[in-house]
């Protein structure tokens, strides 16, 4: 049910039925009323003959004695004078006797021929004054009243069921522009819906719409910018391979050996970046969390300085063996492989990669320094982006993006500083293990 | 013909030069948008391969600005992006072709061909001159049907002057189609070839313009009766 008909409905039941408790009240009323105050006149009709009877002289009509005195018929009102003792003394309509007969005082309703008739009776000391209304008057006076008051209101009930229509629909104006704006809008369209002249009460909603689309629309950029990046990184060792392997099948001897060096090498960067990829798409979906056997930090460095083969180039300055961080041996090693390789790749050749790692105050803090050029802070903060390389072509770019995911997996942080003196400090803050 | 290769990735590019040498192209590599611009105001580059993405930028914006100042090159971009739209915008771009990796060498070799036959308004495979044919794809010459042995240099000389088509070129222009920037050249290599080239194919098939340069002549005297 639409909220149009919904209110339509709402409102125009609620206000006929105001409107017509109302009327019924009114016509009631109004009957009561009208009764009321024609019996009144019938009663101060009576009274006034009554005071005419009294100015005549008495013997004026006791005297003369002959034809009974009746005045012509009035149409719907009847009059009978008569003695106490039921003698006629005057009226109208002889033939009405049923209606105008001697009764007791008061108001009745009499029948004669079928027709209703209001009577009312006063009764002084010598006289019995008998006034009667015909009903078919009144009735028809009623009805034309009634009418006279029904049409305006038949006016006013329509006039205002259009308005509430109206006044409905101009109200959810706004609503039905909307929807018409929604309903033409490309699948794909993620751009903010105009919260210009839009009623304060849908505002908040198209707010929150609105924001979700930016939302949204920022995760489908993120998503495939690393759609693209990650197409970028397969596929351009693959190409290496690929073209170096039909280079080797066309020529031979010292080029064919080169050529299928060059396709191999291409084959590791391959297996690595695919590796690395891998292990970021694992974080994402939040596995092996439970294996969590409290890693040694030696124990890890140990390895990974094995795998990255930089035992010579590493300076261990300060290193508490000893700690426990609170992750899996395995992860933390790969933690110190990219940071370790990071610094290989990246760090001035030739010079030492420092490595320190001590118990600070939230936790264990690794730092590694390598020598180079100072990092400008806009750049620093953007090599933890994923496939973020810089103009360096070596490495897939993802090293310090698993650090940093590792580190964030298990309630650590990764920072990174530049100055003159650390040309590049990788700080990674994990949990210590409690044992 | 020579190739002016925009790819930053060494192993890449190291793959396609091997490969595009193999077809007897010269080949340039330059790693970042902005050697490529100034390679290819130093050097007269038959074709240019782009790739799209480089260290200092979009490939398209090079390429767009040189469609902007009118330089009408043939060029192949390269991407690793294969969605249609991303196609689409390369080729509205200006670019000629489009290749997406990883590619058949065999195809981008194809391609950079058919751009020469495009851009020289060329029907068939085979470049005729008068009673020569010249077979780029498998560098074959012909005279009358009879296949012509030449050397590897030879072959890229006639090519340059077939393609020029009556046009003179300079030695200069004509060394660039020959070597690359680290090859090196003895000072009267050119000579030697175009004598090969009059010895094999008659002497008229190269006309000398002292001092300005050369271009290709009558084959119709007897050449090697």
Request: net charge neutral.
């Given at each position: 049910?639409?909220?149009?008909?919904?209110?339509?409905?709402?409102?125009?039941?609620?206000?006929?039925?105001?409107?017509?408790?109302?009327?019924?009240w009114?016509?009631?009323?109004?009957?009561?009323?009208?009764?009321?105050?024609?019996?009144?006149?019938?009663?101060?009709?009576?009274?006034?003959?009554?005071?005419?009877?009294?100015?005549?002289?008495?013997?004026?009509?006791?005297?003369?004695?002959?034809?009974?005195?009746?005045?012509?018929?009035?149409?719907?009102?009847?009059?009978?004078?008569?003695?106490?003792?039921?003698?006629?003394?005057?009226?109208?309509?002889?033939?009405?006797?049923?209606?105008?007969?001697?009764?007791?005082?008061?108001?009745g309703?009499r029948?004669?021929?079928?027709?209703?008739?209001r009577v009312?009776?006063?009764?002084?000391?010598?006289?019995?004054i008998?006034?009667?209304?015909?009903?078919?008057?009144?009735?028809?006076?009623?009805?034309?009243?009634?009418?006279?008051?029904?049409?305006?209101?038949?006016?006013?009930?329509?006039?205002?069921?259009?308005?509430?229509?109206?006044?409905?629909?101009?109200?959810?104006?706004?609503?039905?522009?909307?929807?018409?704006?929604?309903?033409?809008?490309?699948?794909?369209?993620?751009?903010?819906?105009?919260?210009?002249?839009?009623?304060?009460?849908?505002?908040?909603?198209?707010?929150?719409?609105?924001?979700?689309?930016?939302?949204?629309?920022?995760?489908?950029?993120?998503?495939?910018?690393?759609?693209?990046?990650?197409?970028?990184?397969?596929?351009?060792?693959?190409?290496?391979?690929?073209?170096?392997?039909?280079?080797?099948?066309?020529?031979?001897?010292?080029?064919?050996?080169?050529?299928?060096?060059?396709?191999?090498?291409?084959?590791?960067?391959?297996?690595?970046?695919?590796?690395?990829?891998?292990?970021?798409?694992?974080?994402?979906?939040?596995?092996?969390?439970?294996?969590?056997?409290?890693?040694?930090?030696?124990e890890?460095l140990?390895?990974?300085?094995?795998?990255?083969?930089?035992?010579?180039?590493?300076?261990?300055?300060?290193?508490?063996?000893?700690?426990?961080?609170?992750?899996?041996?395995?992860?933390?090693?790969?933690?110190?492989?990219?940071?370790?390789?990071?610094?290989?790749?990246?760090?001035?050749?030739?010079?030492?990669?420092?490595?320190?790692?001590?118990?600070?105050?939230?936790?264990?803090?690794?730092?590694?320094?390598?020598?180079?050029?100072?990092?400008?802070?806009?750049?620093?903060?953007?090599?933890?982006?994923?496939?973020?390389?810089?103009?360096?072509?070596?490495?897939?770019?993802?090293?310090?993006?698993?650090?940093?995911?590792?580190?964030?997996?298990?309630?650590?942080?990764?920072?990174l500083?530049?100055?003159?003196?650390?040309?590049?400090?990788?700080?990674?803050?994990?949990?210590?293990?409690?044992? | 013909?020579?190739?002016?290769?925009?790819?930053?990735?060494?192993?890449?590019?190291?793959?396609?030069?091997?490969?595009?040498?193999?077809?007897?192209?010269?080949?340039?590599?330059?790693?970042?948008?902005?050697?490529?611009?100034?390679?290819?105001?130093?050097?007269?580059?038959?074709?240019?391969?782009?790739?799209?993405?480089?260290?200092?930028?979009?490939?398209?914006?090079?390429?767009?600005?040189?469609?902007?100042?009118?330089?009408?090159?043939?060029?192949?971009?390269?991407?690793?992006?294969?969605?249609?739209?991303?196609?689409?915008?390369?080729?509205?771009?200006?670019?000629?072709?489009?290749?997406?990796?990883?590619?058949?060498?065999?195809?981008?070799?194809?391609r950079?061909?058919?751009?020469?036959?495009?851009?020289?308004?060329?029907?068939?495979?085979?470049?005729?001159?008068?009673?020569?044919?010249?077979?780029?794809?498998d560098?074959?010459?012909?005279?009358?049907?009879?296949?012509?042995?030449l050397?590897?240099?030879?072959?890229?000389?006639?090519?340059?002057?077939?393609?020029?088509?009556?046009?003179l070129?300079?030695?200069?222009?004509?060394?660039?189609?020959?070597?690359?920037?680290?090859?090196?050249?003895?000072?009267?290599?050119?000579?030697?070839?175009?004598?090969?080239?009059?010895?094999?194919?008659?002497?008229?098939?190269?006309?000398?313009?002292?001092?300005?340069?050369?271009?290709?002549?009558?084959?119709?005297?007897?050449?090697?009766?």
């Open positions: 049910m639409s909220l149009r008909l919904r209110l339509v409905v709402t409102l125009g039941v609620t206000l006929l039925a105001l409107w017509g408790i109302t009327a019924a009114l016509i009631r009323d109004l009957s009561t009323q009208f009764e009321q105050s024609l019996d009144q006149r019938l009663a101060q009709s009576a009274r006034m003959v009554a005071g005419l009877m009294d100015r005549v002289p008495v013997d004026a009509w006791r005297g003369d004695t002959g034809a009974l005195p009746v005045i012509p018929d009035l149409e719907g009102v009847a009059c009978r004078v008569s003695s106490l003792r039921g003698q006629v003394v005057a009226g109208t309509h002889p033939e009405l006797n049923d209606v105008l007969a001697a009764s007791a005082e008061g108001y309703y029948r004669h021929d079928g027709q209703r008739w009312y009776t006063l009764i002084d000391e010598n006289r019995r008998t006034v009667a209304d015909r009903m078919r008057e009144r009735e028809s006076l009623l009805t034309q009243v009634r009418r006279a008051a029904f049409y305006p209101f038949l006016l006013a009930l329509t006039g205002s069921l259009v308005a509430l229509w109206w006044g409905v629909t101009r109200g959810l104006a706004p609503l039905a522009r909307l929807q018409r704006r929604l309903v033409q809008r490309d699948h794909d369209d993620l751009s903010a819906l105009p919260t210009r002249g839009l009623p304060g009460e849908i505002r908040p909603l198209i707010d929150g719409f609105n924001s979700l689309l930016a939302r949204t629309r920022r995760m489908l950029e993120r998503e495939q910018r690393f759609t693209d990046d990650a197409a970028h990184e397969l596929r351009t060792p693959l190409t290496a391979v690929r073209t170096h392997l039909q280079v080797a099948r066309r020529v031979d001897g010292e080029r064919h050996r080169e050529a299928m060096q060059q396709a191999e090498a291409g084959v590791v960067r391959l297996t690595r970046t695919l590796e690395q990829l891998l292990l970021l798409a694992r974080m994402d979906n939040d596995v092996g969390r439970g294996d969590l056997e409290p890693a040694r930090l030696g890890a140990e390895a990974a300085m094995a795998e990255t083969h930089s035992h010579d180039r590493c300076r261990l300055a300060g290193v508490d063996a000893s700690l426990r961080i609170a992750m899996p041996v395995t992860l933390l090693a790969t933690a110190l492989r990219n940071l370790i390789e990071n610094a290989q790749h990246h760090g001035e050749p030739g010079h030492p990669i420092e490595i320190g790692a001590r118990r600070g105050d939230s936790g264990v803090v690794i730092e590694v320094i390598n020598q180079g050029d100072v990092i400008p802070p806009t750049r620093l903060a953007n090599l933890t982006d994923r496939f973020y390389r810089g103009n360096h072509p070596r490495g897939s770019g993802l090293g310090l993006a698993i650090v940093k995911a590792l580190a964030e997996r298990f309630g650590g942080a990764l920072t500083a530049s100055s003159t003196e650390t040309p590049f400090l990788v700080r990674l803050r994990l949990p210590q293990a409690h044992d | 013909m020579r190739v002016l290769l925009v790819e930053d990735d060494a192993a890449v590019a190291a793959g396609i030069e091997a490969g595009l040498g193999l077809s007897e192209f010269i080949v340039d590599t330059v790693g970042t948008l902005a050697a490529a611009r100034a390679a290819r105001q130093a050097i007269g580059y038959d074709l240019v391969v782009l790739d799209r993405r480089l260290p200092d930028g979009e490939g398209l914006a090079l390429l767009q600005a040189w469609r902007r100042e009118g330089v009408a090159i043939p060029v192949l971009m390269l991407t690793a992006r294969d969605a249609v739209a991303s196609r689409v915008e390369g080729l509205q771009g200006g670019a000629d072709d489009y290749l997406v990796k990883p590619f058949d060498l065999d195809e981008l070799t194809a950079l061909q058919a751009l020469l036959r495009r851009t020289a308004g060329q029907a068939g495979r085979l470049l005729h001159h008068g009673r020569l044919a010249f077979d780029p794809v560098r074959s010459v012909m005279l009358d049907g009879v296949p012509v042995a050397i590897r240099r030879e072959r890229m000389l006639l090519e340059a002057l077939i393609r020029a088509r009556g046009r070129l300079s030695a200069d222009q004509l060394k660039d189609r020959l070597y690359g920037i680290d090859d090196e050249v003895e000072s009267n290599a050119l000579n030697v070839h175009i004598y090969q080239l009059r010895r094999k194919l008659g002497r008229g098939v190269i006309e000398t313009v002292r001092g300005v340069g050369y271009r290709l002549g009558s084959v119709d005297e007897a050449a090697h009766a």
